[in-house]
Every structure is written in structure tokens, then in C-alpha cells.
């Protein structure tokens, strides 16, 4: 049997950061693949044996590990928001349009069992990370809204908080204002890794919008927003409504915007900011 494997990359990818963030190759067993992700420390993590809370930061349908870091509009937003808020902060890789679910089809996709089975535990063994659900979180833009979304609630005894910016709240295309050629592409990559499977309500529970009544009784403190402009609008329109309905207390915030990295930087502070609220409410009680 394989066994997990770490492999530090200090700058090996070129990423423009300090030593604070190491590149990690992390073995998945159970999709016979390596992925790599980024850890970015707080300045204060050399210093003691002090542990911290650990924020997962997800990238979207076309991207990888090292978006967060690279095309940010800001010039080191990740380190500078670890130290600001002492925290780890996590952004895995995935496979594209992937959605972070497991396929019942292809043994190639089968993220969510990597990242609650694979690489959760290993980030707390070789990480000096606060290893339970009042110091862990949750975030990220576009598929990785939906990601985060999805894996939360589906492992409430994981998280404490769970984010979404321009999020894929619902996987039908036919809710996103899109050309015909994407929606065929992204409908036909659907079909592959998950069959056929009924877009409309109930819901899928491969989709996010699918997980309400979870998301109502789980304890997970939610914060989604979007873009006015953005193509997934009536998607974070739509799961709005349905946690209004089913009584679940979340944030909901659409501000002017589009999907576009200039949109995720500004965002990305409000959801650290809303996280460590999170954070210091349960780990100080």
C-alpha cells in the first residue's frame, strides 16, 4: 500500500511568495494520483509549538492550487491574510470541472473522498493545525463555492463555516447566463462523470442547491455572496431563497461585479474577516 507523500516545493513552481508558503504533493489513494496543493503559514508559525485554525481556500472550474496565489490582484493577499488573522490557509488542486464531488462513475473523480479522507488528516499530521471543527473552514470561488458548500455539508463534523464566492449553487447549466457552446461542454463533462442525473426539484444531492435540509440543521455558519454581473447570479438568487425558506441563518451579500479575480480579492477579506468571527466565537467559548 502507497502511503501519503509530502514533497516540499519551497518556490518550485514559481510561485511569487516567501518561505511561508510550501508547495506540497500530497498522494490520493484512492484515485491513484498525486495533487498538489499550497500551505500558507502565518510568520508566526516558526516561532513555538503553537497549533492553529486551518481555512481551505478552493479554486474554480479551469484553475489549480496555485490560482489564489497567482492571480489575486493583490500582491501577497494570502500571506498578509494569514498573519492578519493567524490562521493556516489551504488551497488544494483538483481536476477540472470536477466540482469537488465524488463521480459514481469515473474512479478518476473521486475529490470528496481525497479531501475528507486523504487530505484533511493529512494537513493535520504534518501541520501544526488545531485538529477539529471549531477551527476549520471552508471557502472558495466558482466551482470552488460550490465545493466548499458541498463538502461542508456533507461533513458537518469537520467545519465550523463554509463560504462561496460566485458560486456554482446549481450545477444546470440552463440557470447560467452562458453561450450555447459552454453549456454544451460543461453539460456533456456532467453527464461523464455522473450519469444522468434529474437537474430539477428535489435536487440533486450533487449539487449544492440539493443540500439545504443539511445545511438547516448542521451548525455550519454559511456566507455566500456574488456579482451582480456575474453568470451564476440566479444560481446564489436561487440557494438564497431556499435557505430563507427552510429557516437557515446565513450571510447573502450580491455586490457590484462579475466573475473576474478583481471581484474574488475584494471578496476574499470579507470572508476571512466573517471566518475568524467564526474562529474566536467557538474556540474562546
Known amino acids: 500500500m502507497k502511503k501519503l507523500l509530502i514533497v516540499l516545493l519551497f ?15 500530497v498522494y490520493s489513494q484512492v484515485m491513484d494520483k498525486h495533487l498538489k496543493a499550497a500551505v500558507v503559514k502565518p510568520e508566526t508559525y516558526s516561532i513555538g509549538e503553537k497549533s492553529f485554525p486551518t481555512v481551505y481556500l478552493l479554486h474554480g472550474g479551469s484553475g489549480s492550487f496555485s490560482d489564489w496565489h497567482q492571480k489575486v490582484t493583490k500582491d501577497n493577499l494570502l500571506v498578509d491574510l494569514a498573519n492578519k488573522y493567524q490562521v493556516l ?12 464531488y465524488d463521480s459514481p462513475i469515473l474512479d478518476s473523480v473521486k475529490y470528496e473522498s481525497y479531501f475528507i479522507k486523504e487530505l484533511i488528516p493529512f494537513i493535520d499530521k504534518n501541520f501544526r493545525t488545531i485538529k477539529k471543527r471549531e477551527a476549520r473552514a471552508i471557502t472558495g470561488l466558482s466551482m470552488g463555492g460550490h465545493g466548499a458548500i458541498m463538502l461542508s455539508a456533507k461533513n458537518p463534523e469537520l467545519f465550523i463555516a463554509a463560504g462561496s464566492m460566485s458560486g456554482v449553487m446549481n450545477i444546470d447549466t440552463d440557470l447560467w447566463t452562458v453561450n450555447e457552446e459552454f453549456r454544451k461542454i460543461r453539460k456533456e463533462n456532467q453527464k461523464a462523470m455522473l450519469g444522468e442525473i434529474d437537474y430539477k426539484s428535489p435536487f440533486s444531492e450533487f449539487t449544492a442547491v440539493g443540500l439545504v435540509d443539511r445545511m438547516k ?50 471578496a476574499l477579506p470579507f470572508h476571512m474577516l466573517y471566518i475568524d468571527s467564526v474562529f474566536k466565537k467557538h474556540l474562546n467559548n
Open 217 to 266: 440543521v448542521n451548525g455550519i455558519s454559511l456566507i455566500i455572496d456574488c456579482g451582480v454581473d456575474d453568470f451564476l447570479i440566479k444560481t446564489n438568487r436561487q440557494i438564497h431563497q431556499l435557505l430563507l425558506e427552510n429557516g437557515t441563518p446565513h450571510e447573502y451579500t450580491e455586490r457590484p461585479g462579475a466573475h473576474t479575480w478583481e471581484y474574488w480579492t475584494e
Open 89 to 100: 490557509i489551504v488551497t488544494p488542486g483538483v481536476g477540472p470541472a470536477s466540482y469537488y
Open 11 to 25: 518556490l518550485g513552481i514559481g510561485l511569487n511568495v516567501n518561505a511561508q508558503v510550501d508547495t506540497i504533493k
